[in-house]
């Protein structure tokens, strides 16, 4: 069954404006990312058994991307190296989801998130993407960010669609902060974490996981082991 996201109420709106204390994060702040490209179409395309990847920086910055990154969505490696990864933020996703993700990449913890990808002639795809991240454990710091790509099933599309136009429409309205504590107390009240939640609708797609697993070990091996063995 599809989850029933509503706007909350006056009174829970006051139990969930309380102040939150945000961990600092390096990437870009939310609120000046807007891809509003008059370009872009209503055109879907599929990733189909590709598994996309890209590594960034610490702050996001992109570094590399294979092959199948760039027949996928347009942008060839010299293009996008150096541009910030939020150049494939889709406008209609929730910016809810990237604060979420945030919050768990500051604590150093990876993330799985269901996004709507803009590619470079404007088309969109749909993805389940892992962000690993990646440690230098000789300066206990953060050096960088695995992102992996995989499609997207119908039935994950189809239950997570109608929450994420709803999270979109509630920004407008109410801004960030208040729609980020509304959709955590939602959850909440399912007893689930957003990582739970997605984990939970795309449980289907464990083969499609343990092919993308291989295709990490085999593609690009030679441009990629130092980003594996630092």
Same mark, same amino acid.
């Given at each position: 069954?599809?989850?029933?996201?509503?706007?909350?109420?006056?009174?829970?709106?006051?139990?969930?404006?309380?102040?939150? +204390?945000?961990?600092?994060?390096?990437?870009?702040?939310?609120?000046?990312?807007?891809?509003?490209?008059?370009?872009?179409?209503?055109?879907?395309?599929?990733?189909?058994?590709?598994?996309?990847?890209?590594?960034?920086?610490?702050?996001?910055?992109?570094?590399?991307?294979?092959?199948?990154?760039?027949?996928?969505?347009?942008?060839?490696?010299?293009?996008?190296?150096?541009?910030?990864?939020?150049?494939? /933020?889709?406008?209609?996703?929730?910016?809810?989801?990237?604060?979420?993700?945030?919050?768990?990449?500051?604590?150093?913890?990876?993330?799985?998130?269901?996004?709507?990808?803009?590619?470079?002639?404007?088309?969109?795809?749909?993805?389940?993407?892992?962000?690993?991240?990646?440690?230098?454990?000789?300066?206990?710091?953060?050096?960088?960010?695995?992102?992996?790509?995989?499609?997207?099933?119908? /039935? +994950?599309?189809?239950?997570?669609?109608?929450?994420?136009?709803?999270?979109?429409?509630?920004?407008?309205?109410?801004?960030?902060?208040?729609?980020?504590?509304?959709?955590?107390?939602?959850?909440?009240?399912?007893?689930?974490?957003?990582?739970?939640?997605?984990?939970?609708?795309?449980?289907?797609?464990?083969?499609?996981?343990?092919?993308?697993?291989?295709?990490?070990?085999?593609?690009?091996? +030679?441009?990629?082991?130092?980003?594996?063995?630092?």
């Amino acid at each position: 069954m599809t989850a029933q996201l509503k706007y909350p109420t006056p009174h829970t709106t006051a139990l969930l404006t309380r102040k939150e +204390t945000h961990p600092s994060f390096p990437f870009k702040e939310l609120e000046n990312i807007h891809n509003t490209s008059s370009s872009i179409t209503d055109n879907r395309i599929q990733i189909g058994a590709k598994c996309l990847l890209l590594k960034t920086d610490h702050e996001g910055y992109i570094e590399y991307c294979n092959k199948a990154f760039e027949n996928v969505t347009g942008y060839t490696e010299p293009k996008i190296i150096k541009n910030h990864f939020s150049l494939l /933020w889709h406008p209609q996703m929730p910016k809810t989801i990237y604060r979420l993700m945030q919050e768990h990449l500051a604590k150093r913890k990876n993330f799985l998130m269901v996004q709507k990808n803009l590619t470079a002639n404007g088309n969109y795809y749909w993805s389940i993407t892992e962000i690993h991240t990646k440690i230098n454990y000789a300066s206990n710091s953060v050096s960088g960010y695995f992102f992996y790509q995989n499609e997207a099933p119908g /039935w +994950t599309l189809h239950e997570i669609e109608p929450i994420y136009r709803t999270l979109s429409d509630m920004e407008k309205e109410r801004g960030l902060n208040e729609t980020v504590a509304y959709f955590k107390q939602f959850l909440h009240t399912r007893q689930h974490t957003y990582l739970s939640y997605i984990e939970r609708i795309t449980t289907g797609i464990s083969f499609s996981k343990r092919i993308a697993n291989l295709q990490r070990k085999i593609f690009d091996t +030679t441009r990629t082991k130092n980003f594996f063995t630092e």
